[in-house]
């Protein structure tokens, strides 16, 4: 509990991998030349797909509708009889293997499956029954006993997050070289946090060192909490964090921090299911008039 060590996943394709870059206390996923400002842990394999000369993709167009026809994860695109493309479930059967334990992923219903492909097949195959509506991928990894987190664990929860988050911003812009993991309006922003001499170094703190931090140096972690929220809310970008939006983050997270959950749940204040900017800055004591939609652009 007292180290916060946590990895960032790439999702590629269906399956989960990770290309680590790791710094004390820091394991940050640094995926080859994502887009500007998109975030590292919700980079998919369609970004890295070589180029197809224009003439040759008209024609491979024509002869198969399907080639940019897109579907959602547990679907896969048919042509029915007059050649029009369809989304329709996936096959798990057709899903490639899991290579390693690594790649299993635990769903809501505590049921293990081989990988994220699977289990979306799986979920598609009950679109539109309760059970499927209530199924999502819990975290990552094999469905295993998560211990209860009590009150007081709860509290500790955000101290050692707004450190990370902190943390995760300056290791990627010391290793932005080439300007495609933040924008220039970013970067401006964390080279103030990476430059101040007050700025607590990564590595293992008590839980006091890490309230004191906050309370004397506040204003270095505005900008982080706004980040994350801004890289999360991607589909779409609408102000407010779904289950499924917040995926890539909280199921690396729960088989290490057993606050997670219960940490998300009560950042949602209203019980709709979504957490708006305002409740996620609250979460992390971020003061409401320091809440700034512009910071999670």
Same mark, same amino acid.
């Given at each position: 509990?007292?180290?916060?060590?946590?990895?960032?996943?790439?999702?590629?394709?269906?399956?989960?991998?990770?290309? +680590?870059?790791?710094?004390?206390?820091?394991?940050?996923?640094?995926?080859?030349?994502?887009?500007?400002?998109?975030?590292?842990?919700?980079?998919?394999?369609?970004?890295?797909?070589?180029?197809? @000369?224009?003439?040759?993709?008209?024609?491979?167009?024509?002869?198969?509708?399907?080639?940019?026809?897109?579907?959602?994860?547990?679907?896969?695109?048919?042509?029915?009889?007059?050649?029009?493309?369809?989304?329709?479930?996936?096959?798990?059967?057709?899903?490639?293997?899991?290579?390693?334990?690594?790649?299993?992923?635990?769903?809501? @219903?505590?049921?293990?499956?081989?990988?994220?492909?699977?289990?979306?097949?799986?979920?598609?195959?009950?679109?539109?029954?309760?059970?499927?509506?209530?199924?999502?991928?819990? =975290?990552?990894?094999?469905?295993?006993? +998560?211990?209860?987190? %009590?009150?007081?664990?709860?509290?500790?929860?955000?101290?050692?997050?707004?450190?990370?988050?902190?943390?995760?911003?300056?290791?990627?812009?010391?290793?932005?070289?080439?300007?495609?993991?933040?924008?220039?309006?970013?970067?401006?922003?964390?080279?103030?946090? =990476?430059?101040?001499?007050?700025?607590?170094?990564?590595?293992?703190?008590?839980?006091?060192?890490?309230?004191?931090?906050?309370?004397?140096? =506040?204003? %270095?972690?505005?900008?982080?909490?706004?980040?994350?929220?801004?890289?999360?809310?991607?589909?779409?970008?609408?102000?407010?964090?779904?289950?499924?939006?917040?995926?890539?983050?909280?199921?690396?997270?729960?088989? %290490?921090?057993?606050?997670?959950?219960?940490?998300?749940?009560?950042?949602?204040?209203?019980?709709?299911?979504?957490?708006?900017?305002?409740?996620?800055?609250?979460?992390?004591?971020?003061?409401?008039?320091?809440?700034?939609? @512009?910071?999670?652009?």
């Amino acid at each position: 509990m007292r180290v916060w060590i946590v990895f960032l996943l790439c999702l590629a394709g269906q399956a989960f991998t990770a290309s +680590i870059v790791s710094v004390p206390l820091v394991c940050v996923c640094v995926c080859a030349q994502p887009e500007v400002g998109v975030n590292p842990v919700q980079v998919e394999t369609g970004d890295f797909d070589e180029a197809i @000369d224009v003439e040759e993709e008209e024609e491979v167009t024509a002869e198969n509708p399907c080639l940019n026809h897109h579907c959602k994860k547990g679907k896969v695109c048919e042509v029915d009889e007059e050649n029009t493309p369809m989304c329709v479930c996936q096959d798990p059967t057709t899903c490639p293997g899991a290579v390693g334990e690594f790649e299993h992923v635990c769903a809501t @219903d505590n049921t293990t499956y081989d990988s994220s492909c699977h289990f979306f097949a799986q979920k598609c195959s009950l679109e539109g029954t309760k059970k499927g509506h209530k199924l999502h991928l819990d =975290y990552i990894g094999p469905c295993k006993f +998560i211990e209860a987190c %009590m009150d007081a664990e709860l509290n500790e929860f955000p101290l050692r997050m707004r450190d990370w988050l902190k943390n995760v911003l300056v290791t990627l812009y010391e290793r932005d070289e080439e300007n495609n993991l933040l924008t220039e309006k970013q970067k401006l922003r964390v080279r103030k946090i =990476y430059e101040n001499e007050k700025r607590l170094q990564a590595g293992e703190h008590s839980l006091d060192l890490l309230a004191h931090d906050f309370e004397k140096n =506040y204003n %270095m972690y505005i900008f982080p909490v706004h980040w994350q929220f801004g890289q999360l809310d991607q589909h779409p970008v609408d102000g407010f964090l779904s289950h499924t939006e917040l995926a890539p983050l909280r199921a690396p997270l729960i088989p %290490m921090e057993h606050c997670t959950t219960r940490f998300f749940e009560q950042c949602d204040a209203d019980n709709d299911k979504y957490i708006a900017l305002e409740e996620w800055a609250n979460c992390f004591s971020i003061k409401e008039q320091d809440v700034d939609k @512009d910071l999670v652009i």
